[in-house]
């Protein structure tokens, strides 16, 4: 039985920084993660722009995310990605922590960081949609150069599916929204940007089926009901943006006690410790009085509950950990990249 300090389940930004600053603190770390890869609802938004971390110049999304999981994996943590935490139990003074492929973990603390659940978009309910998914039928944009010169039709009018309309306007040759509500629910800044470049909106309007050419995986027009009467557009590629289910991943620890029925954990201000000792909690999936719901919060939260889980386990360690430019753990990495900066690259 191989037994860790800290087990973090959920991959996404408080995860990454969890497992970060649990190595920073000398803790044994593992970090289990349900989808195939790490980075949590970033990926979802690969493409979009992150303005909002101190002293981080706006960066993709991909990036970002692909920055946070090169800083975690600094200290070599163990990581499981596509594995599902399905129950925690408490075996004397340690966690045992069984997953959907049969294994069990241990650890003498948890940090919960799953953030708001498993994330699956809503799909399409139209005959046969399952088939175009591997063409031109999106449920999330992966790279803006792939719809250049393209003819997008968007169905949904929330935040996401705006967001990329406005989005699409710097590649495609022509975005169409398309929204089952009679009014478009997503901010109005966005949808005044819409206006201004003439993106037709269809309101009280939604897809009824697909017609497609020759090869019968690739969607070629999509036939629109609108309050009774029935349209026919050409298109070269269908973004679906009708939201997300979100699977509940909390069923592995039902002893922690939430707050209300949305299942967010309420912990500790300061602490983000749960009602069960020994398991804590970071990011979107805890809160408290004055909760930042910011990356900039979720990176406090992973601070905090790595620094209660390194108490909890020794309770004679230092609350804190020291700063980066004192420790010695970067001494070498700092030599490097001081090197980097002073050469330019030309050793």
């Known amino acids: 039985m191989e037994l860790f300090d800290v087990t973090i389940v959920g991959g996404g930004p408080a995860g990454l920084y969890s497992t970060f600053y649990s ?5 044994k770390t593992k970090i289990i993660e ?3 890869v790490l980075g ?3 990926n979802v938004y690969p493409e979009k722009v992150v303005w909002d971390v101190g002293g981080l110049p706006p960066v993709q999304a991909q990036v970002f995310a692909q920055n946070l999981i090169n800083q975690a994996m600094i200290f070599m943590p163990t990581v499981y990605v596509n594995t599902k935490v399905e129950q925690i139990e408490k075996q ?3 966690f045992a922590i069984s997953t959907n492929s049969g294994d069990v973990h241990y650890s003498k603390t948890i940090i919960v960081a799953v953030g708001g659940g498993i994330l699956n978009p809503i799909k399409l309910e139209v005959d046969e949609a399952e088939k175009y998914e591997l063409t031109n039928l999106h449920y999330t944009i992966l790279g803006m150069q792939r719809f250049r010169n393209k003819r997008v039709l968007i169905s949904g009018g929330g935040n996401g599916a705006i967001d990329w309309a406005v989005e699409l306007l710097r590649t495609a040759r022509e975005v169409i929204v398309v929204y089952r509500n009679e009014q478009l629910t997503a901010h109005e800044a966005q949808v005044e940007k ?3 470049h003439r993106v037709p909106i269809l309101l009280n309007a939604e897809i009824q ?4 050419g020759t090869d019968d995986t690739v969607i070629e027009q999509v036939i629109i009901s609108q309050n009774g009467e029935t349209y026919q557009f050409e298109v070269d590629d269908v973004l679906i943006s009708h939201g997300y289910n979100r699977e509940k991943s909390l069923t592995f620890a039902d002893s922690i006690e939430p ?20 398991i804590f909690g970071a990011g979107d999936i805890i809160t408290y009085d004055d909760k930042v719901g910011l990356l900039v919060g979720t990176f406090q939260d992973a601070v905090l509950a790595v620094n209660k889980a390194k108490m ?6 230092d609350q804190y950990a020291m700063v980066s430019s004192h420790n010695e753990k970067f001494n070498e990495m700092n030599k490097e990249i001081l090197e980097e900066v002073f050469t330019g690259g030309n050793k």
């Open 209 to 212: 089926s697909f017609v497609s």
């Open 92 to 94: 004397g003074d340690i």
């Open 259 to 278: 707050k209300r029925k949305d299942d967010y954990y309420l912990v500790s201000q300061g602490q983000c410790a749960t009602s069960v000792p020994g």
């Open 34 to 36: 349900v989808q195939p």
């Open 40 to 42: 949590g609802k970033v």
């Open 23 to 27: 190595g920073l603190r000398n803790l």
């Open 194 to 196: 819409l206006n201004q």
């Open 312 to 317: 909890f386990i020794d309770p004679q360690a």
